[in-house]
């Protein structure tokens, strides 16, 4: 794969993130295509392209947003056939508009054709992610908050979706169940209360370890704040009551909103002067953008 200089693009703001290791994606990339391939693999071109015969194309994006997964495209296409090459002419993070060329593709037809379904969708699905981030970043723009995603991501795209939140924009809040504490109010419900409930997460967890509680009335909060944590999720409270929160809170530890948030209501959210705002439907409701191959030419 190589890359060309991007021209008549719109950037955004953010540094251009660095994608994941290719060791990250490989296997659910080689999974996706064992799926389409199945028994007989692509008969379609299999049965209509020589083995000869060498295409050239484009990746082209039907409608305008924020890009996301050209690496994974690449490694798709070369999975099939090494010797197909990927000319990138925009990077990730970057939104593009209609009918904008994201990359040339040159190489054996049957590899392109074969390979094209699965580099699209994945190419889709996370610029879809990223072109929502995007948006939900832009709704905010202006207030320190942050916006970040939560553990509501396809089975098995958690890494490459994550991922495509920082493309367009946005954080990541923790990867996992191991990464970091967050009392929820089912545990709650089991520990009894904020304060012993903290006090078991403390027993067991290392220094490095961050601990948030999830508090959804400010008589929950003023407990919270009794204990030894680092972040308090403010659930699904109104703006107003967001407001109180933050003032009691008093920047002693971080304050993330959550809960039912939209584009429509991210401003006043964030005008109440949390830190983090975060939102599932960023990773389980983004559309898919829309994005195609176009082939260009054949020669033998």
Same mark, same amino acid.
């Given at each position: 794969?190589?890359? *060309?200089?991007?021209?008549?693009?719109?950037?955004?703001?953010?540094?251009?993130?660095?994608?994941?290791?290719?060791?990250?994606?490989?296997?659910?990339?080689?999974?996706?295509l064992e799926e389409d391939l199945g028994r007989a693999g692509?008969?379609?071109?299999?049965?209509?392209?020589?083995?000869?015969?060498?295409?050239?194309?484009?990746?082209?994006?039907?409608?305008?947003?924020?890009? *996301?997964?050209?690496?994974?495209?690449?490694?798709?296409?070369?999975?099939?056939?090494?010797?197909?090459?990927?000319?990138?002419?925009?990077?990730?993070?970057?939104?593009?508009?209609?009918? +904008?060329?994201?990359?040339?593709?040159?190489?054996?037809?049957?590899?392109?054709?074969?390979?094209?379904?699965?580099?699209?969708?994945?190419?889709?699905?996370?610029?879809?992610?990223?072109?929502?981030?995007?948006?939900?970043?832009?709704?905010?723009?202006?207030?320190?908050?942050?916006?970040?995603?939560?553990?509501?991501?396809?089975?098995?795209?958690?890494?490459?979706?994550?991922?495509?939140?920082?493309?367009?924009?946005? *954080?990541?809040?923790?990867?996992?169940?191991?990464?970091?504490?967050?009392?929820?109010?089912?545990?709650?419900?089991?520990?009894?209360?904020?304060?012993?409930?903290?006090?078991?997460?403390? +027993?067991?967890?290392?220094?490095?370890?961050?601990?948030?509680?999830?508090?959804?009335?400010?008589? +929950?909060?003023?407990?919270?704040?009794?204990?030894?944590?680092? *972040?308090?999720?403010?659930?699904?409270?109104?703006?107003?009551?967001?407001t109180d929160a933050v003032r009691m809170v008093g920047k002693?530890?971080?304050?993330?909103?959550?809960?039912?948030?939209?584009?429509?209501?991210?401003?006043?959210?964030?005008?109440?002067?949390?830190?983090?705002?975060?939102?599932?439907?960023?990773?389980?409701?983004?559309?898919?953008?829309?994005?195609?191959?176009?082939?260009?030419?054949?020669?033998?």
């Amino acid at each position: 794969m190589t890359t *060309a200089a991007p021209s008549t693009m719109t950037a955004t703001a953010q540094a251009l993130p660095l994608p994941p290791p290719s060791l990250q994606y490989e296997p659910v990339v080689r999974q996706a295509l064992e799926e389409d391939l199945g028994r007989a693999g692509d008969i379609t071109s299999n049965a209509i392209i020589p083995a000869e015969v060498q295409a050239t194309g484009r990746l082209v994006a039907r409608k305008a947003g924020c890009i *996301a997964g050209l690496e994974v495209a690449a490694c798709t296409f070369r999975m099939v056939a090494p010797d197909v090459d990927l000319t990138l002419l925009c990077h990730d993070g970057e939104v593009v508009q209609a009918g +904008q060329t994201l990359a040339e593709v040159q190489g054996p037809a049957r590899a392109i054709l074969t390979a094209e379904r699965v580099a699209l969708n994945f190419l889709g699905r996370l610029s879809g992610v990223a072109t929502a981030t995007h948006r939900l970043v832009q709704a905010v723009r202006g207030f320190p908050t942050r916006v970040v995603c939560t553990r509501k991501t396809t089975p098995g795209l958690r890494t490459l979706e994550k991922y495509a939140v920082r493309a367009g924009g946005g *954080a990541n809040h923790r990867f996992g169940l191991d990464d970091a504490v967050l009392i929820k109010d089912n545990h709650l419900v089991v520990a009894g209360s904020i304060t012993e409930a903290v006090r078991r997460v403390r +027993q067991v967890t290392g220094h490095l370890v961050k601990v948030e509680v999830e508090v959804d009335t400010l008589v +929950q909060l003023e407990e919270a704040l009794t204990c030894a944590i680092e *972040a308090v999720l403010l659930d699904n409270m109104p703006a107003t009551q967001l407001t109180d929160a933050v003032r009691m809170v008093g920047k002693r530890v971080l304050t993330e909103a959550s809960g039912g948030i939209t584009l429509e209501t991210a401003r006043d959210v964030a005008a109440a002067g949390v830190d983090l705002l975060s939102a599932g439907w960023l990773t389980h409701s983004a559309p898919t953008l829309d994005v195609a191959l176009d082939v260009d030419g054949l020669k033998a």
